[in-house]
């Protein structure tokens, strides 16, 4: 056991969208990504997400509003719920927390889904 530094591990992080893996909790990943501009509509069947937000204002929406998560709060969204994560052109920084199997971008495949998680 040993302490994680958060800023370290979003220094290191390249890719716009991309999750990187630093932990394990229970049947849960601990997740980072740097996000930016607009992502996919999709949901997840059979999961619940939590998206707790490091740095920046993230934008979420949904099919009938939208909201906004600004540094130190937290969303969740329940599973079966389609969303769109977006920013208004800042750099935002999260940390997912989400059940081992949940896929990036639901059962939608497409060019910016990741399918294998890398550890940072």
């Known amino acids: 056991m040993s302490p994680i530094n958060i800023e370290e591990k979003f220094a290191a992080i390249k890719e716009y969208w991309h999750p990187y893996l630093i932990g394990e909790l229970n049947e849960n990943y601990l997740k980072l990504a740097k996000v930016k501009d607009e992502f996919v509509w999709h949901k997840h069947d059979h999961e619940d997400e939590l998206f707790i937000i ?21 969303l ?34 497409m060019e910016k889904t990741v399918t294998q998680l890398d550890w940072l």
Do not use: C, S
């Open 54 to 74: 490091y740095k920046g204002t993230l934008i979420m929406d949904f099919r009938d509003k939208t909201v906004e998560v600004k540094t130190a709060e937290i």
């Open 76 to 109: 969740l969204v329940p599973k079966g719920v389609e969303h769109r994560p977006r920013t208004n052109g800042e750099d935002v920084h999260i940390m997912l927390v989400e059940p081992k199997q949940t896929k990036h971008t639901g059962e939608l495949v």
